[in-house]
């Protein structure tokens, strides 16, 4: 049954389309999301769960959406605060190689701030509510810090959030695998229609981990 369902992850239309046609490295980040969720579900292995999340960072932006699950496993579990310096250390060795060839330490890492400072639009055509609040932004003389103050704030409202749910216990279901194997995918499904700044093909995780 591993063998089948391995092998239908290459038939998936998400596969086909993302990876094959658009030619994507979504299906790198997403498998350093897997491996996180692995460990993570070890709970001896949190160490090698929050490395793997870093790697995933290294690698594509979008793994971010992943980290209200991350936060909520550290936080019911009593995990220790200092644990997340492992995602930053794991976050930094993948670019070492880039600063030996000679990139400079601003594109090396600043090339997500840069990315984000690109443009002014909340919705890169991620169908949610940010499509609309487009129209009102452009309207603004000055729509970039608007847009900065809006996406922090949806940030901090998500993860705080997670934090109040996973503290205070006010999830009574059984902790099991299957409890969050189904909490780490509808976080990848809920993420991009709130967030702002999500592209359509932010979908990619989230089939992957249904598929699960």
Known sequence: MLAVAGGGYFLLPTTVYDVAFM???DAMYTAFLLASFW???????????????????????QAA????????WLIHNRRSVHELLMIPIAYVLPLVP???Y????????????????????LSKGAPNVHLFLDMVLWRLPHPKPVSYI????????????????????????RQTKLFYLCLATTVLAVMPSI????MSGFSFPRTLFHTC
Do not use: M, W
Request: charged share 10%.
């Open 102 to 121: 000679g990139r400079s330490l601003h594109d090396t890492f600043l090339v997500y701030a840069d990315q984000f400072q690109a443009n002014t639009e």
């Open 195 to 198: 967030l702002p700044k999500c």
């Open 39 to 61: 460990c993570l579900l070890r709970f001896s292995h949190a160490a090698l769960g929050l490395i793997a999340f870093g790697v995933a960072l290294s690698i594509k932006l």
């Open 23 to 25: 030619g994507q490295s």
């Open 150 to 173: 809006l996406v922090g704030a949806f940030l901090v409202v998500a993860l705080e959030v997670t934090a109040i749910l996973a503290g205070t216990g006010l999830v009574r279901v």
């Open 65 to 72: 959406l992943f980290a209200p699950f991350v936060l909520y």
């Open 98 to 100: 880039a600063l030996l």
